[in-house]
């Protein structure tokens, strides 16, 4: 099992949508969870930190499960823009920091 | 403000030769610093970290090296770069956590291409 699973996709949505990301992860002992996001050719940006309270920014909205392992990305009314790959990423102990492999989303007007 | 440089933006070279890879960070004073390598279609993998001057931990087996010879600037090397060596390979800094966190942030990336 890898350590941070995400689903690759991709997704296509329209415009307006609401779409969901789930990344599941397998070391319970994992301390810190973010969303990157990552444009073609591009370096990662960081999207938003996971608290285990959830937290909002905009329409973006992330949740942690740390009885079931997982964490979850909601992007509300979709945006062009949003077209890009959403990294799960998963810090544990000490320096290890683990990225899942992305899923891709294209947004279609 | 932080910013992270890194240079070249794309290098091709044959498989054998060296390699140096440089990445300087500005705007902040003794950052956590970090390499990693993302193949084509694949995840990030870290290579290196460092969390000072002269201090390298390496995550991975491989013909690659660190080095961390100032505060601020972090260089990855080859003596002799095999085809598997191709990919994007990032830079990133972070710093002491506010709370529990470790954002990390990244440079724009090298892209190299072995042949």
């Known amino acids: 099992r890898k350590e941070v699973e995400q689903d690759p996709g991709p997704f296509n949505v329209p415009e307006g949508a609401t779409v969901a990301f789930n990344c599941t992860y397998s070391?319970?002992?994992?301390?810190?969870f973010f969303w990157y996001r990552q444009d073609c050719r591009k370096e990662p940006k960081l999207l938003m930190s996971v608290y285990s309270s959830g937290n909002e920014d905009g329409r973006f909205t992330a949740q942690l499960n740390r009885a079931s392992q997982y964490i979850s990305l909601l992007i509300r009314d979709s945006k062009l823009s949003d077209s890009a790959t959403y990294l799960c990423?998963?810090?544990?102990?000490?320096?290890?920091?683990?990225f899942g492999a992305g899923t891709r989303l294209f947004v279609k007007a | 403000s932080q910013t992270i440089h890194q240079w070249p933006a794309t290098l091709v070279q044959p498989v054998g030769s060296p390699l140096s890879l440089e990445c300087t960070v500005e705007g902040t004073s003794n950052p956590n610093l970090y390499w990693y390598r993302q193949a084509a279609g694949r995840g990030l993998q870290l290579l290196f970290y460092?969390?000072?001057?002269?201090?390298i931990s390496s995550e991975v087996p491989q013909n690659l090296s660190a080095s961390r010879p100032q505060d601020r600037q972090f260089i990855l090397s080859s003596k002799k770069l095999l085809l598997s060596d191709s990919g994007f390979y990032l830079c990133?800094?972070?710093?002491?956590?506010?709370?529990?966190?470790?954002?990390?942030?990244f440079g724009p990336g090298t892209r190299l291409t072995v042949t």
């Open positions: 990423v998963v810090k544990g102990g000490g320096f290890k920091t683990i």
């Open positions: 070391n319970s002992a994992s301390q810190s």
């Open positions: 460092s969390v000072g001057i002269g201090q």
């Open positions: 990133a800094w972070s710093v002491l956590p506010s709370g529990s966190s470790y954002e990390q942030y």
